[in-house]
């Protein structure tokens, strides 16, 4: 009952864990403290990381940052180990809002500002971490109108960053349509008029128009008509607006630099495909630049052409300008379009295959656009004064497989990743797999179970990343190769028809140090064989659920020779082997009689019957409700309980049987049903309110439980247990090896017997425990020669008399050294792990203890300090372990399709400054403490 | 009231008398309203206070004269006994195009164009109210404009949109909202353009009055044209400025002093009802509203989105015209899951006032502000809070509250009785009287007693089981 309420548990407690650490942000409103693995600040950092970095945030703003920040007491600390922070993206050129439906090809009434939801739900761009957006009118006419800074979530009255911003004018647009002014309704006094014309009409005039423009709203010239959208232009112009300029091609480029030469105010020019051309002009001309990639990989079946004038992709002009950069002007980057290209971490990493440098391209998401649209006080950086806009990444911001994990807009959360499958990628300086070392590798989890180990996996979109660093090493989780972990100090010997995997369901505090200590998988048996041998299980020590505890419900059968003759010992083995011999003919004679059958129904034989004489069989069975029983009925208004016996009969659903009064003088008739564990019983006494009824129901072996009615008027609590059970039927029951129609009948199960069959397939080890040469001997040759079984040997204290046997049958034979690891022979210090890993047998470490697994790692730190190698050790505490007891293809090593159980130490695991970082069993990292699944 | 006998004589003379249209002909005795109407023995819902059991309302010459337990009755007063009916001022539609002929012209900016033109007391919509408890229909153009037009109060009876209106139009309808084949962008700016050229127009109006007005003293031009502009503003007479740019003025506020041939003219200033479809649309509604000098007149009429936008509609003191649909249906982004929001809760917990609408599509109960109503209490609405947001805040927001929406004395006699509580959905409205005429009897409704006689149910099975 308490093994079922703590499993149950588990799962609970750990959902609540998600839970609380996803909403953790949500109660700390917009103050808090954030400390992350990295903190990127951007800003005059550029791309330089703050290990172990704090960001305090008071009120929706920044107040500090850095590594020895010390957090204030009142603050809610959200701790990332394994979280990147850096400052909300700023995408200087999105295409959020317009072009505006407008036909005047120069205005200044269109407002980009007007055209953007204020409670618009951006959270598919949040996701790609763009924060900040700069929103322009469109680039479809010669003047457009004015542009906007947004940011894209948070609460709707702060989402405008800057209302009326810069004008937009674009070069390259040309061939405006005429506008044509309907009057309501046409008449001979208001006639319809031809078309108003309207410039630019080719890419000639679209310079000279813009310069007319500037030059009649600089002079304040008057109009020759009534037009608000040139009169708004010249407003906004006189009012020093800044400009921005958009300019794909090197001509319009050129063009740009040309209008914007000589001007005092904020100024950028956007777009700029082709600025390879005219990279040092460009950088020369100390312009802001907003780098936009339009690039053409979203449609690799579509050819540039040969033509020089076909367009780039942009990331040749990004590396130009990276290259050409000199002055602090600053550069942003940008893309048009959707899909991967309104990425900027995409963007940003297409620029720097360009050649465009690291630190750069960090900076042209973050501060640089940040300064270009004049908000670089607001966001662009994470430093003190600044809105917090703030990223969590599970990696660095310019790695493409690293995810947004959460956003802050002004220190509220605007974004939280969907939890996700619980990949995890493991990535460290070494990864031994157990078969292998790998330098500078990668490791992918996916639903508990390994799914790719190399240089670079690939990384589901959702996927946790925990980057160990380059010190780092990884190994498989750690095999006790014998441990009764779970048996609570019950040191009786299990029978070979119980396994004892069921026991993996307790899943304690004890589960917990082990699995800390990187102990992943116990090969756990009973205290000591029974004398037919006992069930091993491959069990976790830490998950979620029956399937992800145990490893392997068979793993073995257990014997003994020990305090025995050898051939005795080795007879009674035999005796159990031959058993299981007879049992597993039994089925193999079904299962061909079976496959007879089928073969002839499908040929549309008559299976013919012999007439075969029933085997008879005896079985004894017990009733549930025949016997004597006390009973006991209770409740108001009976002024104590009344106690008495009552004798039950059962025969079929009916029940017979008499009731006597607690003096045992009355004795009164009872008659009722039994329907399921429903017992209804009618007492054959006339009251005046008829005859007393019981309903109860047999909750428990011998007791049940119920009411006890009299007419409407009373129900009392009726209670009764069995005090002598009645009569054991014995039935003979016939049973044949055919059933009508010829079908073969399958033999019973017999639980003790099963895993012998398994046993004599070769399919799991015996495991015996056997010390001197001559019963190590016995059971080499018993069960190694004569019936094909792998051995593993427990303890084997002399087993280097006889180690050329051992070795005859390697890839057959393991050995669980003995839980001392020194000790004297022939008055001498002598570690028999050391010897036999040293001479080549497949060797395992064992606990034969409980929650002593946990000094297993230590246990093969002395044997290393004995002379063992360390990757000697590593080995036998997993790949061997895991080879001996046929469970390699579940744990022992880093493979696809193994459990997840991955250690992460700071260096290698056996040297002595090595410390256990993280265990993760089955994909899910163990916590640090205990009680922190149920926090 | 309903009895079947009477029905039955009745179905007899439906083959003589005129077929249809049976609530016109309760209009067509408008002039011969009786003197005095007493409603006795019913439950009282007056809605500007609580519910009076066994009360009488007493009408006289159109207008509630008293309404009470106690009020003695006039020995020539035309009695209805309604014992076990209730009576609710008659409600309210403030805000719907379904009077007019077309939703919205062509063009975007119309603002000389007023309802009362294009009313048709033909169409089926105001039968269709009237038998509905509706009283007043503000009937306006739709969004689909930038300023679409005035409308105009009007009662669903009478033969001509003059015996239907309530008096001049006071709101124009303006959008922020995008009319259809523009955008956000363009119709802000068209907007702003529009009160922008008005300042223009008076400008050159004034310039041209002043120099109009030297011609005719004989003196030549002593100015520059800033000063010309200023001087000839006193010089605007009511007919110099054209109908468009009148109403637009109104709706400003009429800024300048008029002069017309017969002195000082005012013009009254127009309010707006501003159509919002997004939450978004609120902040650009009021700016406008408050840039132009309209704020104090202006109603929001809001799409089901616009709850989210409370806390600016709260701020900006302005009541509401809610949609006939009142959830909100929203789908994630990210999940893609779906989740509806009741929004009427949010306007009265934030203490909004609102007016709520009916349903556009007939076939469906919301048509019926009852049921708009009742769905409101259902989802946590205070009952005098939705109660009155089908009448008293309606007249208030349409500017009818000396007249319409509650029953108190020296309004309309404009009420509607109802066979049980209104909210309940088994009653049916048997009565409505508009200023004392009983213009509305379910017993005579040919539409409905032939829906009821001809359809296969039994005799009764349209009672009320018990």
């Known amino acids: 009952m308490t093994s079922r309420n703590k499993r149950g548990m588990a799962p609970i407690a750990l959902a609540c864990l998600l839970a609380i650490s996803a909403s953790a942000s949500s109660l700390a409103a917009d103050s808090f403290a954030i400390r992350a693995k990295r903190v990127y600040p951007c800003g005059d950092r550029g791309a330089q990381a703050i290990e172990n970095g704090v960001v305090v945030v008071r009120d929706g703003r920044i107040v500090a940052v850095g590594a020895d920040v010390p957090i204030p007491s009142d603050l809610l600390l959200i701790d990332l180990p394994d979280g990147v922070v850096c400052p909300g993206f700023v995408d200087a050129g999105t295409d959020l809002v317009g072009p505006h439906y407008g036909d005047e090809s120069v205005s200044g009434v269109y407002r980009a500002i007007d055209g953007f939801d204020r409670y618009g739900d951006y959270r598919t761009l949040l996701e790609t971490g763009v924060t900040t957006a700069s929103i322009d009118p469109g680039s479809h006419r010669l003047i457009s109108g004015r542009a906007a800074v947004v940011r894209l979530g948070g609460d709707p009255a702060s989402r405008v960053l800057v209302a009326d911003g810069a004008i937009t004018i674009n070069l390259g647009v040309f061939g405006a349509q005429p506008i044509v002014h309907v009057p309501f309704y046409a008449s001979s006094d208001e006639m319809i008029q031809p078309g108003r014309a309207q410039r630019p009409s080719s890419r000639l005039s679209a310079l000279a128009e813009a310069q007319d423009q500037i030059r009649r709203a600089a002079m304040g010239m008057p109009q020759k008509r009534y037009d608000i959208h040139e009169l708004a232009f010249a407003e906004a112009w006189r009012s020093q607006a800044p400009v921005r300029v958009q300019a794909r091609e090197a001509v319009d480029i050129e063009g740009a630099m040309r209008l914007l030469s000589g001007q005092q105010r904020a100024c950028c020019v956007v777009g700029l495909t082709e600025a390879d051309d005219v990279a040092n002009e460009l950088i020369a001309s100390g312009l802001p630049i907003v780098l936009s990639l339009e690039s053409s990989y979203r449609w690799p079946a579509r050819d540039l052409g040969p033509s020089e004038d076909a367009m780039t992709d942009g990331a040749e002009s990004a590396g130009a300008v990276g290259r050409a950069r000199a002055g602090d002007s600053p550069i942003a980057l940008t893309g048009r379009g959707q899909g991967p290209i309104a990425d900027l971490r995409m963007i940003a990493a297409l620029a720097m295959r360009g050649g465009m440098p690291r630190d750069l391209a960090l900076r042209a998401i973050t501060s640089a656009p940040a300064k270009i649209l004049g908000v670089e006080d607001r966001v662009g950086a994470i430093a003190p004064g600044r809105d917090a806009d703030i990223l969590v990444l599970s990696g660095d911001p310019l790695d493409i497989n690293s995810r947004v994990l959460r956003t802050y807009i002004a220190g509220k959360v605007a974004y939280e990743a969907p939890r996700g499958s619980g990949a995890l990628v493991v990535r460290a300086g070494h990864v031994w797999t157990g078969e292998s070392m790998m330098t500078d590798a990668q490791v992918l989890v996916e639903n508990g179970k390994i799914a790719a180990v190399g240089a670079r996996v690939p990384h589901p979109r959702d996927a946790r990343i925990i980057d160990a660093g380059p010190d780092a090493f990884v190994t498989p989780g750690f095999i006790d190769g014998h441990g009764h972990l779970g048996f609570e100090g019950d040191r009786g010997a299990a029978g070979p028809d119980v396994s004892p995997h069921l026991l993996a369901a307790v899943a304690n505090r004890e589960f917990h140090r082990v699995a800390r200590a990187g102990v992943t998988t116990v090969m756990q048996t009973s205290y000591g064989p029974s004398q037919a041998g006992s069930r091993i299980s491959a069990i976790k020590t830490w998950g979620v659920g029956y399937e992800r505890m145990v490893a392997q419900e068979l793993a073995g059968m257990y014997f003994s020779m020990t305090g025995q003759e050898p051939s005795q010992g080795a007879s009674r083995i035999k005796q159990a082997l031959e058993a299981g011999k007879k049992y597993e003919e039994e089925w193999k004679k079904y299962y061909d009689e079976l496959k007879k059958w089928k073969e002839a129904k499908a040929a549309g034989k008559k299976v013919e019957v012999k007439d075969e004489k029933p085997k008879e069989e005896k079985e004894e069975k017990v009733d549930p409700i025949t016997g004597l029983w006390d009973y006991s009925v209770t409740g108001d208004p009976l002024p104590e309980p009344v106690e008495g016996p009552m004798t039950l009969e059962l025969d079929g659903t009916k029940i017979t049987g008499k009731l006597s009064d607690p003096m045992g003088e009355a004795e009164v008739e009872l008659s009722g049903t039994l329907n399921g564990t429903s017992v209804r019983l009618e007492v054959e006494a006339d009251t005046d309110l008829g005859k007393p009824v019981i309903n109860a129901e047999l909750d428990v072996e011998d007791h049940m439980k119920g009411t006890a009615g009299l007419g409407d008027m009373f129900t009392f609590q009726f209670e009764a247990t069995r005090v002598e059970r009645g009569k054991v039927q014995i039935t003979m029951k016939r049973s044949r090896s055919r059933g009508k129609d010829g079908k073969p009948v399958p033999p019973k199960i017999n639980e003790a017997l099963e895993p012998i069959r398994m046993l004599l397939k070769g399919e799991i080890p015996a495991l015996v425990a056997a010390d001197t040469p001559a019963e190590i001997s016995a059971a080499l040759e018993l069960l190694v020669d004569e019936y094909k079984i792998p051995v593993v040997l427990l303890d084997a204290t002399e087993a280097t008399a006889v180690v050329e046997d051992l070795k005859k049958r390697a890839e057959n034979v393991g050995v669980v050294a003995p839980t001392r690891v020194e000790r004297m022979r022939d008055e001498r210090p002598y570690a028999e792990a050391v010897d036999l890993a040293g001479q080549g047998v497949r060797v395992a470490l064992q606990s034969n203890a409980e929650d002593g697994a946990r000094s297993l790692p230590n246990m093969a730190l002395f044997a290393v300090s004995l002379g063992m190698g360390g990757d000697a050790a590593l080995r036998a505490l997993t790949i061997d372990a895991a080879r001996m007891y046929r469970v390699d293809d579940h744990v022992g090593r880093l493979a696809p399709g193994c459990d997840g159980d991955v250690l992460i130490f700071s260096g290698h695991p056996f040297d002595a400054d090595s410390r256990l970082e993280r265990v993760i069993v089955g994909g899910e990292e163990v916590p640090e403490h205990y009680e922190e699944i149920f926090e | ?466």
């Open chain 2, 1 to 466: 009231m309903n009895d079947r006998a009477g029905g039955s004589s009745r179905t007899r003379c439906a083959a003589i008398a005129v077929p249809v249209l049976a609530a016109w002909l309760a209009a067509s005795t408008f002039a011969q309203a009786p003197e005095r109407v007493a409603l006795t023995e019913a439950r009282v819902l007056p809605i500007s206070g609580p519910p009076i059991e066994n009360a009488t309302v007493l009408i006289e010459r159109g207008k509630i004269k008293e309404v009470g337990r106690d009020v003695a009755i006039p020995f020539d007063a035309r009695v209805f006994k309604l014992k076990g009916k209730t009576i609710m001022p008659g409600m309210i539609n403030p805000d719907d195009w379904r009077g007019l002929d077309t939703p919205n012209e062509s063009r975007p900016v119309t603002a000389h164009l007023d309802a009362f033109d294009a009313i048709d007391p033909s169409r089926l919509f105001f039968e269709d109210e009237l038998r509905l408890g509706i009283t007043a229909i503000h009937t306006l153009p739709a969004g689909n404009c930038t300023i679409g037009g005035i409308g105009r109060v009007v009662r669903p009876i009478g033969l001509s949109p003059a015996e239907m209106v309530f008096g001049e139009g006071e709101f124009l309808k303006v959008s922020v909202s995008p009319r259809g084949g523009a955008d956000r962008i363009v119709q802000l700016g068209l907007l702003r353009e529009t009160f922008r050229e008005l300042q223009d127009y008076q400008d050159r109006l004034a310039e041209k009055r002043y120099e109009e007005k030297l011609k005719e003293d004989e003196k030549d031009i002593d100015v520059g044209p800033e000063e010309a502009k200023k001087r000839g503003r006193d010089l605007i007479r009511a007919q110099d400025i054209d109908e468009e740019h009148r109403n637009l003025l109104r709706l400003t506020g009429g800024k300048v002093k008029v002069l017309g041939e017969e002195g000082p003219q005012v013009f009254e200033p127009l309010g707006a009802f501003i159509e919002c479809a997004g939450a978004t649309d609120v902040g650009a509604a009021v700016r406008i509203a408050r840039d132009n000098g309209f704020i104090d007149r202006t109603v929001l009429c809001l799409g089901p989105e616009c709850y989210k936008a409370i806390d600016e509609i709260k701020e900006s003191g302005r009541p509401v015209v809610l949609p006939g649909n009142l959830v909100y249906e929203e789908t994630d982004p990210l999940t893609g899951k779906r989740s509806e929001t009741f929004v009427v809760t949010r306007f009265a917990d934030a203490g909004v006032k609102f007016a709520l609408s009916p349903g556009s599509n007939s076939s469906l109960p919301e048509r019926m502000l009852t049921y708009q109503a009742a769905r409101c209490v259902r989802e946590g609405v205070r009952r005098d809070v939705a109660l009155k947001a089908i009448t008293l805040n309606a007249a208030e927001i349409i500017g009818q509250a000396d007249r319409l929406g509650s029953i108190e004395a020296g309004k309309d006699g404009t009420v509607v009785v109802f066979s049980g509580d209104p909210l309940d959905f088994s009653s049916v409205i048997e009565m409505v009287f508009i200023e004392g005429i009983p213009v509305y009897n379910r017993a005579t409704d040919r539409r409905i007693q032939r829906l009821i006689s001809h359809s296969d149910t039994p005799e009764g099975a349209d009672d009320k089981p018990e």
